[in-house]
């Protein structure tokens, strides 16, 4: 081999085999390239199962969140009633505010085209059931606070917590396990603590022991109302019965009722006007809310857990009672308060829990792994 031959083939042979070791870094990641698809996909799916954007956490405990808000409203409308209830009886401002909710719902329904006559008689008799249940809760409240303070009533009505953990297992069949009941207790505590009821605290004379006691039966009747009001709206929710439909026709109940109540017993004073006039129609309109909410949140959520945040509205209420009235709650007030927030968070984590426990088990199915493996087979015949 001449001289020349040899510098072109010491040349030639590292050039020819850096080609060759070229072509199967190339084939090599060919193959990755195939198998790149086929591995993200997995972790995309994956991924998908697992992590959730702030916006649909928030989406899946919407029921929760309105709740609270609802109980905010409620406090809110009390304190309203604070600021007239020297100018009208409070049968007469429950008959008000039926027909503000009235007037608000009818025309929201028209323009959002719901209709305004029901699916069937059973659902025409719901309303009925539900807007008959409401209103004597309402309205056996707002009485027996006549002739017990406000504290004992609130104390008491908080019992519907019990019954609506027994309605709604008896009749809707959800779920009321040791947790439930032990929140349920934790909650009546609090409200008992913030309330300071007399007949458990002392400090109250006992010549007027008859009326209290026909208030306090008032108020446990406006209980086992509340109990099988919210228990029926939570059944109709799960129907997918609108919430302005159950709106309208509990407005419609409660107009009537109460207009019939308060004409026979004659307790019709002259009609609002002047400034009174705007706080019935602004407590109409916070009570028209603090409605829709609430039945909005029923129809997505367990009726325990609603009525669990729905004590709350004693938190709500001192807050709102200082920053309006400058009165300062007590220490033991403030215990309660307390205690029920423990309530609230409490079965915040346990809606939290269910949640990604069942989001796990999406992950752990085996329609998931079925689709994962069906897809990763389709990737690798089209590679093949």
């Known amino acids: 081999m001449s001289a020349d031959n040899q510098h072109e083939s010491i040349i030639l042979g590292p050039s020819t085999s850096f080609c060759h070791k070229t072509r199967e870094v190339v084939k090599e990641e060919e193959d990755k390239v195939g198998e790149e698809p086929n591995e993200s996909l997995n972790e995309e799916k994956v991924e998908q199962t697992q992590l959730r954007t702030l916006g649909q956490r928030i989406y899946d405990h919407r029921g929760i969140i309105v709740a609270s808000f609802s109980t905010f409203l409620f406090a809110f409308q009390t304190n309203l009633v604070r600021f007239i209830e020297n100018d009208f009886h409070v049968m007469e401002v429950s008959f008000y505010r039926f027909v503000c909710q009235l007037f608000m719902v009818t025309p929201f329904m028209l323009y959002k085209k719901i209709p305004l006559q029901p699916e069937s008689r059973k659902v025409f008799f ?12 309402s309205n056996a409240f707002f009485y027996s606070i006549l002739y017990i303070p406000i504290g004992d009533a609130a104390a008491i009505v908080m019992g519907q917590l019990v019954f609506v953990g027994i309605f709604a297992r008896l009749f809707i069949k959800e779920a009321f396990g040791l947790l439930d009941a032990f929140l ?13 009821p007399p007949f458990l605290f002392g400090g109250k004379d006992e010549s007027n022991s008859n009326k209290e006691f026909f ?3 008032l108020a446990l009747f406006a209980s086992v109302s509340f109990a099988a009001g919210n228990v029926v709206t939570s059944y109709m929710g799960k129907m997918k019965v609108n919430p302005s439909a159950i709106l309208l026709y509990y407005a419609l109940v409660g107009t009537v009722g109460t207009g019939l109540f308060n004409s026979v017993v004659g307790r019709w004073s002259t009609p609002p006007y002047g400034n009174t006039s705007w706080f019935i129609i602004w407590i109409g309109v916070v009570h028209c809310l603090s409605q829709y909410f609430l039945t909005y949140s029923f129809s997505i959520e367990n009726t325990v857990l609603v009525s669990i945040m729905m004590t709350n509205e004693s938190i709500y209420s001192y807050i709102l009672e200082f920053a309006l009235f400058g009165v300062k709650p007590e220490l033991t007030s403030l215990l309660g308060g307390g205690v029920l927030l423990t309530a609230s968070v409490l079965a915040s984590l346990k809606k939290i829990w269910i949640s990604r426990r069942g989001a796990q088990n999406d992950l752990n199915s085996p329609d ?16 093949s």
């Open 184 to 196: 349920v207790l934790v909650s009546i505590a609090g409200v008992v603590l913030i309330s300071q």
């Open 215 to 217: 208030g306090a039966m």
């Open 126 to 137: 719901l309303h009925i059931t539900r807007g008959i249940f409401g209103t004597l809760a």
């Open 368 to 383: 998931l792994h079925d689709s994962l493996d069906y897809t990763n087979l389709e990737q690798n015949n089209h590679i």
